[in-house]
């Protein structure tokens, strides 16, 4: 039986501006344990399904066009309540609004360039991570971590 999963993905910005390392430790000091990671640049259509709820928004079009724009680093992050956990590591979708010490709030100004993406719900987070990953890229034992962080 495995544990909640997300799905979070450092945007081309983010990865243009090697925030890679710095963002999968925070990540990996809360806690959480990566099951699986890839750099892939994403075609059009991996985007218009990933962001199919915001079809039709004044801002879809330009999002497609970025988040297509370079290399994404791809992640699934496995632990308890991981999803609500990772948002909280996130931020806000604005940056500018989103507080300090939060990933969007600590490296980014704009909206349309918030340097990461995550799961916002543990349903969204299942097709996401269908979306980006088959099953053999993703590891499910290995790393235990969880008696080092759970009594
Ligand atoms: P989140 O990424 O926090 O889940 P969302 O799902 O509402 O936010 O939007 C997806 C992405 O679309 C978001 O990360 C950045 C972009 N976006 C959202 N609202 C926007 C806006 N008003 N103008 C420009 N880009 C926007
Ligand atoms: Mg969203």
């Not at 450092?10 to 430790?25: F, M, N, T």
Request: charged share 30%.
């Amino acid at each position: 039986d495995t544990e909640e999963r997300t799905f979070v993905a450092i945007k081309p910005d983010g990865v243009q501006r090697k925030l890679i390392g710095e963002i999968v430790a925070r990540f990996e000091k809360k806690g959480l344990k990566l099951v699986g990671c890839k750099l892939i640049q994403p075609s059009r259509k991996l985007a218009e399904k990933h962001y199919a709820e915001h079809k039709g928004k004044p801002f879809y079009e330009g999002l497609l066009d970025f988040i297509t724009s370079g290399p994404v680093f791809a992640m699934v992050w496995e632990g308890k309540e991981v999803v609500s956990t990772s948002r909280s590591l996130i931020g806000l979708t604005d940056p500018k609004k989103s507080p300090m010490n939060t990933i969007r709030g600590d490296f980014g100004i704009d909206v349309g360039r918030n340097t990461i993406h995550g799961s916002d719900s543990v349903e969204s987070a299942q097709r996401e991570i269908k979306l980006w990953f088959s099953k053999n890229e993703l590891i499910t034992s290995s790393i235990t971590i969880e008696k080092w962080i759970n009594e």
